[in-house]
């Protein structure tokens, strides 16, 4: 029997511990963070308060050619696992790797392709880009809107400067992104005891 132990711990916090480029349900638009709640409290305003400019170019630079890590909840499981039209298990398996975490305990990720790149890449011979796209991971479809790029003006100038997508495009309010946070907060990462070794 294939058994899953969940604990309580968003995406936004797997993140922060396995940092990555990587891009690797949903509540209402004025969904309040524990980022906002924090601010709040200091008596600040976001940066992102008067909205931010970001198109995807599909140049796939976070998808590719760099480790990182790509964390699936069970919402992600049960839409690549229905669009592939395999059972969790099989797809794990085929798909997935366990990622240490601490106190013995995993986490569920994506698998890599020996260049690093993200195993749903595909190349240009067979048609280019995420072969997955409609049923990705939520952890991709909020990038860039992640607290770890959201943290401050810096963080996201930095990241900006490898994403051809941020700072152009589609202009994105305080509340789009703000929702996205709280998806990101509120989805939780599969993740799964392991036995220690000898027992005792």
């Known amino acids: 029997m294939f058994l899953f132990f969940i604990l309580i711990v968003s995406i936004n916090d797997a993140l922060a511990v396995h940092k990555t480029r990587r891009n690797h349900k949903i ?32 140049c796939s630079g976070c998808c590719r050619h760099d ?19 395999m059972d969790y298990a099989a797809f794990i398996e085929t798909w997935c790797r366990w990622v240490p975490y601490v106190f013995g305990s995993e986490r569920l990720s994506l698998r890599e392709k020996a260049n690093l790149d993200c195993v749903f890449w595909k190349d240009a011979a067979s048609g280019g880009g995420c072969s997955v796209y409609e049923t990705r991971p939520l952890q991709c479809r909020a990038f860039p809107f992640w607290d770890s790029v959201l943290c401050s003006p810096q963080a ?34 599969i993740e799964r005891s392991v036995p220690r070794k000898g027992g005792g």
């Open 27 to 58: 509540h209402p638009l004025n969904h309040t963070s524990k980022y906002d709640i924090l601010l709040s409290q200091m008596n600040e305003t976001p940066f992102h308060a008067a909205g931010l400019r970001f198109s995807c170019t599909r």
């Open 67 to 85: 480790g990182g890590f790509v964390y699936l909840s069970e919402k992600d499981l049960a839409r690549l696992t229905e669009g592939f039209g």
């Open 156 to 189: 996201w100038k930095k990241m900006a400067r490898e994403c051809p997508g941020m700072d152009s495009g589609k202009l994105h309010t305080r509340e789009e992104i703000d929702d996205w946070l709280g998806r990101l907060e509120d989805e939780l990462v």
